[in-house]
């Protein structure tokens, strides 16, 4: 075993026991104040109050791992403080004092501090003015593709750690070892929070890590290379976060359909259809890690094949994604 591979290792180990401690206390402080998510009829049909604040044991498990191991450059301060930024608005949203608008506005001042820092997407084909706009898109799609799939126990945290896993390979496969250092610390934070928050949960990630998850993915996905073999392998952090960004898609497009606010909840999700389908909370959320990795692993080989072998790949996943949703669009919530 290498010492890189060590010092990985160690650094997931870390932020996992930090973790695994700190994720209680997070829970007994928001029970304390009041920070939970209350049962309504609706959405929120667990038996009594989850406390939130998971995300904010997450975030700090994974700031203190990376404090006591890592150097850090431009472009890592530079992503930590963007997610600074977001865990902050996240904490407010979590209170319940911030409109979506407020928090769309803190989500592209945290995407501006990435860019600031140099985390921009790089897409040669592109100019420079699309490659910005894209990373602005980017990365606020996928903060909020994560933050909408919190919808189910162990659902967003299991899907983000098996994608910062991927992404953690890429960065290895792309000799970058401070951001395969991230997702290193990444993934020990989430497993170790994942232990309360797998059915039945225990606690919430909130908006607070979701958001802070959902920010960490994008820029780690920003930051790979991908296009070695062939262009068409662009598509791979796609693949990756393909998940939640399916979910994302699907939801905006059932409420746009049925002349809803995207921005309003609603029980369009795939997960709350698959449940309707009746299956229970834990396959939706098995089924759904499955496909998280069945998906990374397509992006793995998407970048060590052709552009033919790519482009047949990423068809098949594209006529699945269809299968899927029209299955999805049967499924009536009872």
């Not at 160690?10 to 304390?32: C, D, E, I, N, Q």
């Not at 592209?108 to 100019?127: D, M, N, R, T, Y």
């Not at 990423?314 to 499924?331: E, H, I, K």
Request: one cysteine or more; a positive charge; hydrophobic letters at 55%.
């Amino acid at each position: 075993m290498n010492l890189q591979l060590l010092q990985l290792l160690l650094t997931s180990l870390l932020a996992f026991l930090l973790s695994l401690y700190g994720t209680p206390l997070a829970g007994r402080a928001a029970m304390k104040f009041g920070i939970v998510d209350a049962p309504d009829g609706g959405l929120k049909r667990q038996r009594e109050p989850i406390p939130y604040l998971g995300g904010l044991a997450v975030y700090l498990s994974f700031l203190l791992s990376l404090a006591l191991v890592f150097q850090f450059d431009r472009r890592i301060l530079g992503i930590l403080l963007a997610g600074s930024i977001v865990v902050i608005l996240g904490l407010i949203d979590d209170l319940g004092a911030l409109s979506p608008k407020e928090k769309l506005f803190g989500q592209l001042v945290a995407c501006f501090v990435l860019v600031k820092s140099g985390i921009v997407i790089e897409i040669a084909a592109f100019p420079d003015p699309v490659n910005l706009i894209l990373t602005y898109l980017w990365v606020v799609g996928v903060i909020n593709a994560i933050n909408i799939i919190d919808i189910m126990d162990g659902l967003s945290s299991g899907v983000a750690l098996i994608a910062a896993f991927f992404l953690g390979v890429v960065a290895q496969m792309n000799h970058e070892p401070m951001f395969a250092m991230l997702a290193a610390a990444l993934i020990g934070s989430l497993l170790g929070f994942l232990r309360y928050n797998f059915p039945p949960a225990q606690i919430y990630l909130g908006d607070t890590g979701s958001m802070f998850v959902g920010l960490m993915l994008a820029a780690l996905s920003i930051t790979g290379r991908y296009a070695s073999h062939n262009r068409i392998a662009y598509f791979a952090p796609v693949l990756i976060l393909g998940i939640p960004l399916f979910d994302l898609f699907f939801v905006s497009l059932v409420r746009w359909w049925k002349g809803r606010s995207i921005l309003r909840g609603s029980p369009d999700h795939f997960a709350i259809r698959l449940a309707a389908r009746g299956l229970s909370p834990r396959r939706v959320v098995m089924l759904s890690y499955s496909g998280g990795l069945l998906l990374g692993l397509v992006a793995l080989v998407n970048l060590i094949v052709g552009p033919r072998e790519s482009t047949w790949l990423l068809v098949a996943v594209g006529l699945s994604a269809v299968m899927t949703m029209t299955y999805l669009l049967r499924a009536v919530r009872k």
